[in-house]
């Protein structure tokens, strides 16, 4: 592994060491930190790694105990092969491999009243800022009371353990109170993010037949309010038939209209409920969460994560991938719609009895020193925000974050896309003063938590590497035919064995499960990125290699905005893709041909524009379109998206084209560029 790497020359810079490693630089984590990390050095990282690897099960069985159960599992580990209809029956595959077995446990008992034995129990859980720099702080035990409040409020709305609760709503403490209520009876949440659109909403819901929907009045963002009960309400009147109850909370005050005998407010449903609510033992494998990601199809697929082995996950790269402590104040800027929002704003932290900071509005308003300012004022220890966000910050000036005294940070984290190393050299220099480690964290909402990342006390880091790989985790980057790469030869990254919080499936779909993860390199998980592993066994990821691209480090499926926007009555035929944006990450790219009669304009195209953003959400809007007569198809018919990434890229198409049917149609695409 990286032992090599570590005993290269050195030199003292601030607190902590850089050192060359050809023409990369190397850090390795600062004397001070390294003392007080749980994993202090490379020699017990790679124990412990070595010792997960060959008997996971004894090995998470270990960690597992440090959970609190009902009852303790049989059997650690279970991979089960049914028999699919149409993609297989999986042999070899550990797709349907299930984790502690036979035990039972609760998330929301772990995240909270596992806590309220010990001094934690008066610790503040969430230190929460409005947007409007409103301030609430709940400690463990008052977030114990109003979470068992509001799961008594979800049984009075009719919801049993097993039923699917939608959430949509602004990051707000009564989110997190809503995720964890959910939890605490075992019924199944699925959160929409707040930027979605009613017709996302709908599709979403409709999948999993949500029994509630538990929404708000509005959000505040960026000084404006965001309309979320109208969204709920053109989603419901479009066609929900599962909902039965809409729940709302009052946040930005705007006019709303309640629907009797569906709508019922938060503030009066939680007056009158009783603050006695025992968590509910469930299996160790009841589907704790379903989240919707988009994927290589048209339609986002249903992410089901269930309970013990991905509450396992998200507690111990908590623990040693954050090294969170007692004293630390931990703020993960994510919203709770993606992912990271759900393992590392919640139920990581908070299984860990952590402080967290929960922050409701746009990282630049009023001013774009808002994140800063956040940092001092609650002195949060550990940061974890997504490159783009680092790279607005770093076009917006250092003088923003100069102003403000951050020396309570210890810890930095990235996640959600490649970090660059000029935006990692910045993070290191300029918020972290060269004291801070850098976790770049790559993970997928597949996998649930964190999969390779560094040790922050033990692991030497590069930037723009992702490092090694956490326990149990086994990646392996392999060609095509499944032979593994040479260092440095750029290949697939997939993941050899079963991990306690990797998904189990896709929302009543096994078929698309088994075959969009397990059937590309038979039996192993692909995971869509292409990556290398260079000699000193260190993954540096490449971004996606299928129809995927992450926006902003939001993932965004091309065949969902090209159906989006097919959808308008203007447009016969559309092909989306992505091309390099020095902020964003990508940036979409969309080729539009358009039915006859309709003038190709900058007025079409801004109210194309519109039309994703109300299908799907504005973040899915492409930042250009452009018409043209026909798309570059191959004599089968198929959209050659190469040349169309190519000439988005670079404005020309140099690569082959001896498959293209019709020449003159890039010649129309490239003079259209040119107008
Ligand atoms: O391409 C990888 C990229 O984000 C994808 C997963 O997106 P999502 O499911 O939305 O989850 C994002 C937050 C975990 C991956 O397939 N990605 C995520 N983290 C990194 C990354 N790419 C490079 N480096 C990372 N640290």
């Known amino acids: ?138 400690t463990y035990s008052q977030l114990h009371r109003e979470v068992s409040k509001a799961a008594n409020v979800l049984k009075s709305l009719g919801v049993k353990t097993g039923d699917r609760v939608a959430i949509y709503m602004g990051m707000t403490p009564e989110l997190a109170i809503a995720v964890l209520a959910c939890a605490r009876i075992g019924a199944t949440h699925t959160v929409i993010f707040g930027g979605f659109s009613a017709e996302a909403i709908r599709d979403r819901v409709n999948d999993c037949d949500a029994k509630l929907i538990i929404t708000a009045d509005g959000a505040f963002r960026r000084g404006t309010i965001i309309d979320l009960k109208k969204n709920v309400d053109n989603a419901v009147t479009s066609g929900c038939p599962s909902v039965e109850k809409v729940l709302v909370l009052k946040r930005t005050a705007n006019a709303v209209v309640m629907i009797a005998g569906r709508d019922v407010w938060w503030h009066e449903a939680m007056a009158e409920a009783s603050a006695n609510c025992p968590a509910t033992p469930l299996d160790s494998e009841h589907p704790l969460y379903i989240l919707y990601t988009s994927g290589t199809t048209g339609k986002p697929k249903g992410i ?72 001092e004022r609650h002195g949060a220890t550990i940061f974890y925000t997504a490159p783009t966000a680092i790279r607005a910050f770093i076009r917006a000036g250092d003088e923003h974050s100069n102003k403000h005294d951050m020396s309570s940070l210890r810890l930095l984290g990235s996640v959600g896309e490649p970090i660059n190393p000029e935006a990692w050299m910045w993070y290191h220099r300029v918020i972290g003063k060269g004291r801070c480690p850098i976790v770049d964290t790559w993970w997928q909402t597949e996998t649930g938590a964190i999969m390779i990342s560094p040790i922050p006390g033990a692991v030497p880091t590069i930037p723009g590497s992702a490092t090694l790989p956490f326990f149990g985790v086994e990646p392996e980057v392999v060609r095509k035919d499944g032979t593994k790469c040479n260092p440095d030869e750029g290949g697939y990254l997939i993941i050899k064995k079963p991990w306690p919080s990797m998904l189990r ?43 995927v691209i992450n926006v902003s480090g939001h993932r965004l499926g091309t065949m969902e905005v090209e159906s989006a926007l097919v959808g308008h009555e203007s447009v016969a035929e559309a092909a989306v893709v992505g091309r390099p944006d020095e902020i964003k990450g990508s940036a979409l790219v969309a080729f539009v041909t358009l039915k006859k009669g309709w003038p190709a304009d900058e007025s079409l195209k801004e109210k194309l524009r519109n039309h994703v953003a109300e299908m799907i959400g504005s973040i899915a809007k492409p930042d250009d379109i452009r018409f043209s ?10 959209i050659m998206r190469r040349l169309l990434r190519e000439l988005a890229s670079t404005g020309s198409v140099a690569g082959d084209t001896t498959t293209l049917e019709d020449f003159s149609v890039l010649e129309q695409l490239r003079a259209g560029e040119e107008e």
């Open 1 to 138: 592994m990286a032992k090599s790497t570590t005993k290269k020359k050195h030199s003292k810079r601030s607190d902590s060491i850089e050192s060359t490693l050809g023409e990369k630089r190397l850090f390795k984590p600062s004397k001070a930190f390294s003392e007080k990390a749980r994993i202090s050095s490379m020699a017990q990282y790679e124990k412990l790694y070595r010792a997960s690897i060959k008997d996971p099960e004894k090995f998470f069985a270990k960690q597992a105990e440090e959970l609190h159960w009902f009852k303790k599992w049989r059997k650690v580990l279970e991979t089960k092969n049914p028999r699919l209809s149409k993609a297989g029956a999986g042999g070899g595959s550990f797709a349907f491999t299930q984790w502690f077995t036979g035990g039972e446990i609760n998330a929301c008992y772990n995240c909270i009243d596992r806590h309220l034995s010990s001094p934690r129990k008066n610790k503040a859980a969430i230190i929460w800022e409005g947007e409007n720099f409103e301030q609430r702080t709940l």
């Open 629 to 638: 007569d026909a798309l570059p198809k191959t004599r089968s018919g198929k």
């Open 505 to 547: 499936g896709i929302y009543k779909d096994p078929e698309r499960f088994q075959k969009q993860y397990f059937t590309e390199y038979p039996g192993l998980y692909f995971t869509g990125d292409g990556a290398r592993q260079d000699k000193n066994g260190y993954f540096w990821i490449m971004g996606r290699v299928d129809d």
């Open 304 to 375: 089901v994560h269930t309970t013990a082995g991905y509450l396992l996950g998200t507690y111990l790269t908590m623990k040693y991938i954050f090294d969170i402590r007692d004293e630390d104040v931990f703020w993960c800027s994510a919203d709770v719609g993606w992912v990271t929002g759900h393992s590392y704003v919640l139920y990581g932290p908070l299984a860990n009895g952590a402080t967290i900071v929960m922050y409701e509005g746009a990282p630049t308003y009023p001013a774009p020193d808002r994140f800063w300012d956040i940092i």
